[in-house]
């Protein structure tokens, strides 16, 4: 009998000291984590906004005058496309949008000409009034492709400087506008930054 229970008792021990190990191990995986950047996210990646989970599909660079900043496609778990952008990994906001038909947006392209020959000026959409807050040119260089697409852009936010609306000319001369908000970037957690740091289970 005393066998059977010294027995039981080094068992027990054991499987305690697996566990502690196995949390010890853990905790040292989150704690890594914390290591990864916006700058490590690449395809394949997996990101946490507000609690929802999304995948990184793709990553491209914006490239002007010097400056860069850098997009990626984000897909949720009903296939919902978003575009999450930044300038570096210090940012303290970061840019997430949706892609929304151009002619929804209250502007021509006329009109597009003169705010960025003024710099100044509004546009409305979905009954919000946005304001001017950049139009340039950039080189688009999506899903790392060395062949630069170059574009001119519109950036337009709301008076609080949450809400965003962004339109873009290509030299096609076609339009694409996005629309969506500026969000603190300590409301975005990286679960795992590409394919590349796949946990192996």
């Known amino acids: 009998m005393k066998f059977l229970l010294l027995v ?6 054991i499987m305690l000291f697996k566990s502690l190990r196995r949390k010890k191990e853990a905790e040292i995986d989150e704690a890594e984590s914390y290591d990864w950047t916006l700058g490590d996210l690449g ?15 793709q990553r491209s660079l914006y490239a002007a005058d010097g400056a860069e900043w850098h997009e990626v496609k984000l897909v949720g778990d009903e296939s919902e496309v978003w575009w999450l952008t930044w300038e570096s990994d210090e940012d303290d906001e970061l840019s997430l949008t949706q892609e ?45 492709s060395d062949d630069g697409r170059r574009q ?43 394919d590349e740091d796949d946990d192996d289970d």
Request: proline share 4%.
């Open 43 to 57: 395809p394949g990646g997996v990101i946490s906004i507000l609690g929802t989970d999304y995948l990184v599909e």
């Open 100 to 144: 929304i038909e151009f002619h929804s947006v209250g502007v021509t392209p006329k009109e597009l000409e003169d705010l960025a020959d003024e710099g100044v000026g509004e546009v409305e959409y979905d009954s919000e009034t946005y304001h001017l807050d950049e139009a340039a040119e950039a080189d688009y260089f999506e899903g790392g």
């Open 8 to 13: 039981a008792t080094v068992v027990v021990v």
């Open 152 to 194: 001119y852009y519109w950036d337009f936010v709301d008076e609080h400087g949450v809400k965003t609306l962004g339109i873009v000319l290509w030299e096609s001369r076609s339009y694409d506008a996005y629309a969506g908000s500026n969000i603190p970037a300590g409301q975005v957690d990286i679960l795992r930054p590409n």
